[in-house]
């Protein structure tokens, strides 16, 4: 158990639909990370927030966004879903702000839109 | 696009002999990482070497680094079942790590009892 808590851990939506997905860091860490692993395109790195403010940027679509909130944890919200979002999130967390600490992962949540 | 390409894709062998994986990246990196992955599960950090670091080991694990030939290798020892996963690994570039880690598509290996 790495510590990092990610709610739902599955999730089944139709095309065009919203969904927010929650990722609560590891006591003490300040840096939130957010991943997508799919088949086609592997693990994909989205986007980091440390300590409330976004830190680093990846290929993360507009129709999705995050944030990080005072008490840390971190929501990534997917908007206007597609087939091709269906997808394995990671989130991760580590205690500074420079993406090469060794980030802990959580248990994902497995996203499948219809 | 992936930056680092790991190599074989797949690799079977029987418990007790090594295990040997590859990494190869494109561009300049601070650092690289190998992480595991349990089917379908979070990844694990396993250990991470610094672009001016050759060698390290952890425990049944040895990563070398050749920044000339921008590649990497993990070599598990005495394998187990319980080795049975995927391994990835991950860079962050050189200037700052804006991007985040980049991954590579990872070796699925298989511990045969």
């Known amino acids: 158990d790495s510590g990092v808590t990610q709610t739902p851990k599955h999730l089944i939506t139709a095309t065009g639909q919203r969904v927010t997905l929650r990722c609560s860091p590891r006591s003490g860490d300040l840096s939130v990370y957010w991943y997508q692993q799919s088949l086609d395109q592997g693990l994909q790195f989205l986007i980091q927030?440390?300590?409330?403010?976004?830190?680093a940027k990846g290929n993360i679509l507009e129709r999705f966004s995050a944030q990080q909130f005072p008490d840390l944890h971190s929501e990534l919200n997917l908007s206007s879903l597609e087939l091709g979002d269906s997808a394995l999130y990671f989130c991760?967390?580590?205690?500074?702000?420079?993406?090469?600490?060794?980030?802990?992962f959580g248990p994902g949540t497995r996203l499948t839109v219809l | 696009s992936q930056q680092g390409e790991e190599d074989p894709q797949a690799l079977s062998i029987q418990e007790g002999e090594n295990a040997t994986m590859n990494c190869s990246y494109k561009t300049s990196i601070n650092n690289l990482q190998w992480y595991r992955q349990n089917s379908g599960r979070g990844l694990v950090h396993l250990i991470l070497?610094?672009?001016?670091?050759r060698e390290k080991h952890s425990g049944r694990l040895r990563v070398t680094l050749d920044t000339s030939k921008k590649s990497s290798s993990l070599l598990i020892t005495a394998s187990r079942a319980a080795d049975t996963a995927s391994y990835f690994c991950?860079?962050?570039?050189?200037?700052?790590?804006?991007?985040?880690?980049?991954f590579g598509k990872g070796t699925h290996l298989i511990i045969q009892p």
């Open positions: 991950a860079t962050d570039r050189a200037g700052g790590g804006a991007d985040g880690l980049t």
């Open positions: 927030y440390y300590n409330g403010e976004e830190r």
């Open positions: 070497i610094r672009s001016n670091e």
């Open positions: 991760a967390s580590s205690a500074r702000d420079r993406v090469y600490n060794e980030q802990f």
